[in-house]
């Protein structure tokens, strides 16, 4: 941990220029171009980027939504609401929305994709936890629904169908990283195109072509919790959570990599940095009062404390090596929030004192610009440019599918006796 004496003044101006208005702390950090820069007080991602985050998916594509028993999904509900709530509901509220999204088509034969609505984070412990468990008979047994019942599968062997898998590790169906890899992607869904939560370059859990989403964080609940925007940004660091799981990881170590551990250990005293184990009924509030809100990974490299720092505009530190983050074709993470390695977390205090004031006004302003909280959305109803239409945009951009997709005499892709024993048990 470096020095405080020589970093805390300019971690004093950094909170200063960030509770100031945009034109004022513009003039605080050098004035002239800068104050002209920030006389708004959110700024557009210009070209692409910010050209794709606002597409409208409506007349690119058209969904078929396979009509399943109620098991594989809404029966599941019933039994168990806690599954709208937590972090792996996107699964829930896709289903909903295509329902009734001006993308679905009553008529498979002018479908450019098929959706399979199966709730694979469903089936939760007494504490609410998801368990994987069944998860992949529970899929297995839904593609075999749809391939005797449909014949569209069975001609491209699942390669013009999507599926949403909000597990910690997507498809690989476990919570833990190393059974995760040890599992490896559902053979079945080999060829079909993933939705999921879990990004990691080099990853036996992200297969190419994935679409990465961001995970459900509540947006009513959300709503209910914004303060004035013009709510001095107070806290330098803000986190909450575990640096520790020593019911899973009693050695220590293996949990976040170490990351969470080190923070911790360099960091409980800081002044500079507010962090804790505690969850106190003002997390919201506190978010979005503070610079910077650390985004740790933890058993998977991803959290939706990702999304609540963009949509509360605290400047997301991202600690998770080699993470893929959610539609980082339409949303420019390297400009609006903070990448940091996961061995480099005893220097985070240098790093983040010693970024320039106009580079953390920036951010701010980017943060500020509604189409980028609106993108990790899943609200209900939907709305343009939401974290929905991001998914059916990327679906989009896929399009034509390519050459191969459609099976020819002879050809099998798929294994239907692969993978674990246990994994082929009727569900």
């Known amino acids: 941990m470096g020095s405080r004496t020589g970093w805390l003044p300019v971690a004093i101006l950094l909170l200063a220029a960030s509770a100031l208005s ?62 709208l709530n937590h972090m792996f509901a996107a699964e829930i509220f896709m289903h909903r929305f295509l329902l009734s999204s001006a993308v679905r088509t009553l008529n498979p034969k002018e479908a450019d994709w098929f959706y399979t609505p199966v709730y694979t984070t469903c089936d939760l412990t007494n504490a609410g936890l998801p368990l994987p468990f069944k998860s992949p008979r529970v899929m297995r047994s839904a593609i075999q629904y749809i391939s005797n019942k449909w014949p569209f599968w069975n001609r491209t062997d699942g390669a013009d169908h999507f ?117 106190p009924a003002t997390y919201y509030e506190d978010m979005q009062r503070a610079v910077f809100c650390l985004c740790p990974l933890g058993w998977a490299p991803w959290s939706p404390r990702l999304v609540e720092a963009v949509v509360f505009g605290c400047i997301p530190v991202i ?46 302003r980017l943060l500020a610009n509604p189409s980028m909280k609106q993108a990790m959305l899943f609200p209900q109803p939907a709305q343009p440019r939401d974290a929905f239409h991001q998914i059916l945009n990327g679906l989009a951009r896929k399009l034509p599918h390519p050459e191969g997709t459609y099976l020819q005499p002879g050809d099998q892709h798929l294994n239907w006796t692969a993978g674990p024993v246990g994994d082929l048990k009727p569900w």
């Open 319 to 364: 600690i998770a090596d080699d993470i893929v983050l959610p539609f980082a074709d339409a949303i420019p993470w390297e400009e609006i929030g903070v990448f940091v390695e996961e061995k480099d977390v005893p220097k985070l205090d240098t790093i983040l004192t010693s970024m320039p004031i106009d580079d953390i006004l920036r951010k701010q």
């Open 163 to 279: 599926f949403v898998v909000p597990h910690d590790f997507a498809a690989c169906f476990h919570y833990q990283e190393e059974k995760a890899i040890e599992r490896g992607i559902l053979p079945l869904l080999r060829r079909a195109t993933l939705v999921q939560t879990f990004g990691q370059e080099n990853h036996v859990c992200l297969k190419e072509g994935s679409i990465i989403i961001p995970p459900y964080a509540p947006p009513q609940k959300m709503q209910a919790h914004l303060i004035s925007p013009d709510t001095p940004r107070s806290i330098f660091v803000y986190f909450r959570g575990l640096f520790y799981d020593t019911g899973n990881d009693p050695e220590g170590g293996y949990y976040a990599r170490g990351a969470r551990a080190s923070l911790w250990e360099n960091f409980k005293s800081n002044p500079l940095f507010d962090i804790s184990t505690d969850h």
């Open 22 to 83: 945009p034109r004022v702390a513009a003039a605080a950090a050098g004035g002239g171009e800068a104050e002209h820069a920030v006389q708004q007080h959110s700024e557009r991602i210009s070209g692409s980027a910010g050209d794709v985050l606002e597409d409208n998916p409506v007349g690119r594509l058209k969904v078929f939504i396979y009509d399943l028993p109620r098991k594989y999904n809404k029966k599941m509900v019933t039994k168990d609401p806690r599954c």
